[in-house]
Nanobody, 121 residues
Framework: VQLQESGPGLVKPSQTLALTCTVS??????????WSWIRQPPGKGLEWIGY???????YYSPTLKRRASISRDNAKNTVYLQMNSLKPEDTAVYYCAAKYGSDWSGSYDYWGQGTQVTVSS
């Protein structure tokens, strides 16, 4: 399974970020697989943003749930992340990742290569 993130590299503060994760070699509706968005700010650890399940349910980090929205297009086998009201501290490498099971912590089965997002005016 391959995951490929894409999106704008530079976003202005207060704007909305829209990222795409295109999946190949497997289906996003495969039972019990969960598709997460995870980010890593410069010099910091990984931060889980949220995931969408194989059945389309979504769960978010409590700290980001008011600003993040994850959706999918089954026909395109693609998962999306929208995050509004961006701040400079949202600058990070954003990853798409997938794992079997609903535990968002721990190791993941598949990762994308990540996409750099910089929030700056």
């Amino acid at each position: 399974v391959q995951l490929q993130e894409s999106g704008p590299g530079l976003v202005k503060p207060s704007q909305t970020l829209a990222l795409t994760c295109t999946v190949s070699g497997g289906s996003i509706t495969t039972k019990n697989y969960h598709w997460s968005w995870i980010r890593q700010p410069p010099g910091k650890g990984l931060e889980w943003i949220g995931y969408i399940t194989y059945s389309g349910s979504t769960y978010y980090s409590p700290t980001l749930k008011r600003r993040a929205s994850i959706s999918r297009d089954n026909a395109k086998n693609t998962v999306y992340l929208q995050m509004n009201s961006l701040k400079p501290e949202d600058t990070a490498v954003y990853y798409c990742a997938a794992k079997y099971g609903s535990d968002w912590s721990g190791s993941y089965d598949y990762w994308g290569q990540g996409t750099q997002v910089t929030v700056s005016s």
